[in-house]
């Protein structure tokens, strides 16, 4: 089992920063791939970036150039760096983590509870 824990969410206004977390603990694998989803009311669930356990990232063309994933694998933990946020990153966050996942066909084994992250406008 692994317990995946967001944090960092919160409100902040357009062409704002935050900066997500995510602590993996429990039977953690050297190789894997993390994500960060984005679900908002309304609309369909987004896969917005992936991490490889190697370093290699991938983004949705939607937060290209504007989100950085990283990773620090002595710790177990992801980040999400969120800068120009725009009212449409508002969305609930999930951290996922998946066990010998390749980025083009990224299906989580497990998720965390989310972070809600809100932009004003």
């Known amino acids: 089992q692994v317990q995946l824990v967001e944090s960092g969410g919160g409100l902040v206004q357009a062409g704002g920063s935050l900066r997500l977390s995510c602590a993996a603990s429990?039977?953690?694998?050297?190789?894997?791939?993390m994500g960060w989803y984005r679900q908002a009311p309304g609309r369909q669930r987004e896969l917005v970036a992936t991490?490889?356990?190697?370093?290699?990232?991938n983004y949705a063309d939607s937060v290209k150039g504007r989100f950085t994933a990283s990773r620090d694998n002595a710790k177990g933990t992801v980040y999400l760096q969120m800068n120009s946020l725009k009212p449409e990153d508002t969305a609930v966050y999930y951290c996922?983590?998946?066990?010998?996942?390749?980025?083009?066909?990224?299906?989580?084994?497990?998720w965390g509870q989310g972070t809600q992250v809100t932009v004003s406008s």
């Open positions: 996922t983590y998946c066990i010998g996942c390749v980025v083009e066909e990224y299906e989580p084994d497990y």
């Open positions: 991490i490889t356990s190697g370093g290699s990232e």
């Open positions: 429990g039977s953690i694998w050297s190789i894997n791939v």
